[in-house]
């Protein structure tokens, strides 16, 4: 039986260029104000929130209250005004039900669906059933359709990967990594292979060129030795080059590493290292935020990227030119309000001159430098109580 386009629509995904990634910086800003306005007993309201950060509209506002009540949550639930313009149902984060699986794989399939668009209405309306029911009206809300092929055909779908290791969970999962719930390109479902760890919320993302250099090499073995032993989880794309050194070294180490990659979770990319893709579902994690079968493409690294940038504490760049997805993930890291760190090697490239002279970047010599940088975050962050970094 053939299947339905299976794949979502990278061009309404990616991170293309300066003006897209602006304007996720312009979303986060609006959400750490209403944040601060909460913390100080003065919520601002959809009309204020929207005028600060105009021309936009209150539902784009609300939008934004919804992800900083998100992120304010200290558990399931997030504690915000209990009355008046902000209040808001809780979202609730749970188990799905095979059913409710099913029905957002079969809704993520359907033509046109804009992800992001199906992270908002997961989130707003804090059930599948319930945003389906709102997004499709037009078309026939899935849950209404018996029988409903393209659900039933999902739910085999999800049977079979589960068989071979893989699951899916979405933003409305408690499993869900809460580093990731704080960017805007969180993705609406992860696909998971290998184990989850809570210690990854202060992992450290390793990345660089696919064609490094000798010396790049050796400074990533050496900053993923030194991050494995100090319990760190080592996050990397699984591409050649300093990917690469950086798993395997990781791995070697008895340490745990986390491959974020940009294809279906079931595809090796490149093709010579689906070993090492398969040791790291063993002993760690692989995780994708495209569906099983999606094959590379031009836009899903730079959204792999967007992932793996969000998912880590801070991010190693270790040797990477202009055109890199290591330079797009510094850039994207910076806007997560993530702390990066450049190789000084990095500093005969314009790009990376320019970068350094941002807030929250550390031009470092080596990975002893990367590893006292790492101390001074923990010391310096009111949730750093758990990390321990040496």
């Known amino acids: ?25 312009v979303n986060d800003r609006a959400v750490a104000a209403y944040r601060l306005s909460v913390q100080a007993g003065s919520p601002l309201s959809e009309r204020k929130l929207a005028s600060m950060f105009g021309p936009t509209s209150r539902r784009w506002a609300r939008t934004r209250i919804i992800e900083a009540r998100r992120l304010a949550a200290p558990g399931p639930e997030c504690e915000m005004p209990a009355s008046g313009e902000h209040a808001f149902a809780p979202i609730h984060l749970f188990m799905m039900t095979r059913e409710e699986q ?97 210690r990854d919320a202060g992992s450290v993302a390793v990345v660089g060129t696919r064609q490094a250099t000798p010396q790049g090499l050796d400074q990533a073995r050496n900053l993923a030795t030194g991050l494995a032993a100090r319990g760190v989880p080592v996050i990397s ?16 180490a008895g340490g745990r590493t986390v491959a974020v990659i940009g294809t279906g979770i079931d595809r090796a990319y490149p093709a010579q290292n689906a070993a090492l893709q398969q040791e790291i579902t063993v002993k760690g994690l692989v995780i994708s935020q495209f569906l099983p079968g999606a094959p590379p493409t031009k836009t899903s690294f730079p959204m792999r990227n967007a992932v793996m940038s969000g998912y880590a504490l801070a991010t190693v760049v270790i040797e990477a030119a202009y055109q890199s997805g290591a330079r797009m993930q510094a850039r994207l890291a910076l806007q997560h309000g993530r702390h990066v760190f450049l190789m000084r ?40 109580t758990e990390l321990v970094w040496a």
């Open 237 to 252: 794309g699984l591409a050649a080059g300093i990917d690469t050194a950086a798993h395997t070294t990781a791995l070697a």
């Open 102 to 198: 099913a029905a957002l794989l079969a809704w993520l399939r359907r033509p046109k669906v804009v992800w992001s668009t199906v992270t908002e209405q997961l989130e707003e309306h804090g059930s599948v059933q319930e945003a389906t029911a709102g997004a499709l009206s037009a078309q026939g809300a899935l849950f209404d359709i018996e029988p409903a092929d393209d659900v039933q055909r999902a739910a085999a779908d999800l049977e079979r990967w589960e068989h071979a290791g893989i699951r899916m969970i979405s933003v409305l999962d408690q499993e869900y990594p809460s580093n990731l719930r704080m960017i805007h390109q969180r993705p609406p479902v992860l696909f998971l292979h290998g184990t989850i760890d809570q």
């Open 1 to 25: 039986m053939s299947q339905p386009a299976a794949h979502p629509d990278p061009a309404a995904n990616a991170p293309k260029d300066d003006e897209v990634t602006e304007e996720d910086s």
């Open 345 to 384: 090697s990095l500093l005969q490239h314009d790009w990376a001159r320019g970068y350094a002279e941002r807030p929250g970047v550390t031009v470092v010599d080596n990975a002893g430098h990367v590893f006292d940088g790492l101390q001074r975050l923990a010391a310096q962050s009111a949730e750093s």
